[in-house]
């Protein structure tokens, strides 16, 4: 079929990775040893590198020992003493001799005695053509570095110059000549006379010490200069003003010249400070670049061959896992083919790959055929599933995605569908997208869900409506109580009203009234009035509906709550304690906060009633605050609660008071303290009685 990929392309492809892979690895393993061979060659090299240094050492100490002993015979020579003691006739000879030496020796190219006021007084000079001759031009050499060192020496002592280039008349000579002078003072009778000095020819030393068949070799100046490099265009580079510095190349000198084991970290260069000459100069190897790539070379070949024999012996899997990828397709065809719901394998551009029989039939086709192959983009106009091409760019992002899809039939019926689309890499090896979409038939469970949240509406609706009934019947039941309260506290005033009335009266047939009296009945009459018109207003505001947030005082809230019930207290000899912050003030619904302080106060007077045996009957009111709390405390010594009914207090409809009480006081108090005051009540027993605790959160 169209979306099975066959074994010849699948072989092809594996086969095609692995090659890459492999190449790919070889190129990062080749990288890396070339690393650790770098590191295993340099080690390898390095003793070497310490023989070389040392064998350097002792050339130049045994080169330039040589011209000390000839230094310290010129300076024995019978004519130089008679000449220094102003035998002047005696510097013919004396120059014979030195034009013998000069002779004698290759590499003495100039040989000199120069007096301490720096003037030439004997010059021997051979020429390129090894010509020794006696100079008649004699230079003042009073300005020159060596004359001035050698000069300041003690007897016995010697001066041993850099290496440079030789200098004439202030120009450096041409063709160049590498020159190390040594030089000695002369003392007659411990007078200084002059000094002695030989220039001799550094060029066999140098290409002695930079001759070595492993490496390249780096003479450095003190100035950080090259004096001799592989390139020879850099020599003499502090002479020829080219400045070719050494850290151009060697970046990591610093920290070379301070190492004392010879070795860099870097794996690249070998150094050794020579200190036997006016000024230390450093002499650097690094490994020749033909050694290294010739290393280098055997280990790439035989990366190489490891990595063609790793390719071949996995040919065989590569097949394998070909054939096994081939069949894989074909059992998850049959799979998806049998689930009884839409299912389809798309790939990330839309384009069908697999499709059961129940998403064919859902898009209205006869056969898979007409759908696989097609893009389902273009079906999205009928809203079928898996037709939504924003839904696969989303899925391309987050991986899955789950939704309820609806599909409305010709016929107008609505099917409901559990949707789900996941992206995934089908051959993951070669990181291709594919996407997945499976697609639950909830048609049934939706319509059965429907039914129960009507059912569970009507429910709720009826519940809430009995809720509605049974707070206004706690109202009234509170209204009850609120009007035999005002009962109470009109009782008192209309007996004196009464009787105040009864005494004007009969005073007034008895004609014993003066004007003061009436005026005093009169007053009388109308405090008491005024009383029980202040009484009536407190219950009306106490009772008002009030559903707006206040600030308002707890203090004078408990208060008002206190001359509400007075003659209550009083009749039954209760003492009522407001120990409330005066200062608190809580921003809420007061009318709702004093309805469920009332109820609670009055659970304890009908206790207080029910055990009217009890002395120094009191009911404490306390606050305190706790973290972003604020707590009411409502403390009684009624005798407390039964410990087998204090968990069940705040159920609905429960009620210790028979016929008497409908059970939703304490239950509608909770409700208030928890949806209104985002708080709670919590009741326990104390000693003597009970307690409540009124939790109000506190807003910040």
Known sequence: MSYLTST??????????????NTVLAIIVFFFLKNEQKESLYKAKLEIAKLEFQKTQEQLTTELEHYKLILKALKENKDLKRFLNDKQNTYNYLVEDYI??????KNIFQLRYIDKSGLEIIRIEKNDKNKVYAAKVFQDKSKRYYFQQTLKL???????SDFDLNVENNEIEKPFKATIRVGTPIYINDKLKGILIINFLANDLINHIKNKKDFNVYFIDNKKNFLIHPDSK???????????????EIKNFNSLSKNKRFNDSNWTFYLNTISITDKDFYIIYSIKEEIFKKYMDKISREIIFFFISIFILSLPFVFLGAYLQSIKMRILENLINNIPFPICLKDNKGVFLIVNNCLTKLYGCKSKEELIGKNSYDFEHQKLPYSCKKRDDEVIKKRKIEFEDIVILKNNKKLYYDTKIIKLSFLGIFNKTYILGVAIDITAMKILNEELEQKVFEEVTKRIDTEKLLTEKAKLAEMGNMIDNIIHQWKQPLSIIKATTQALEFNEELHNLTEEQKRTYLNNINQNIDFMVDTADDFRRFLAPNKIKVDFNIYECINKITKILYFKFKKNQILINNKIDKQINIYGYKSEFCQVVLNIINNALDKFVENSHLENKTIEVSSIKDDDNLIITIKDNAGGIDSGIIKKIFDERFTTKGDKGSGIGLSISKRIMINSFKGDILAENNKDGATFKIYIKLEA
């Not at 010849?8 to 892979?21: D, H, P």
């Not at 013998?100 to 020796?105: G, S």
């Not at 003690?154 to 041993?160: T, V």
């Not at 850099?234 to 151009?248: D, E, I, P, R």
Request: aromatic share 16%.
């Open 234 to 248: 850099k020599n003499w580079s502090t002479q020829l003003k080219t400045n070719y510095k050494v850290f151009a």
């Open 154 to 160: 003690k007897k016995g002592e010697f001066y041993i």
């Open 8 to 21: 010849k392309k699948n072989t092809i492809l594996f086969i095609s990775t692995i090659g890459i892979i």
């Open 100 to 105: 013998d030496f000069t002779k004698a020796n």
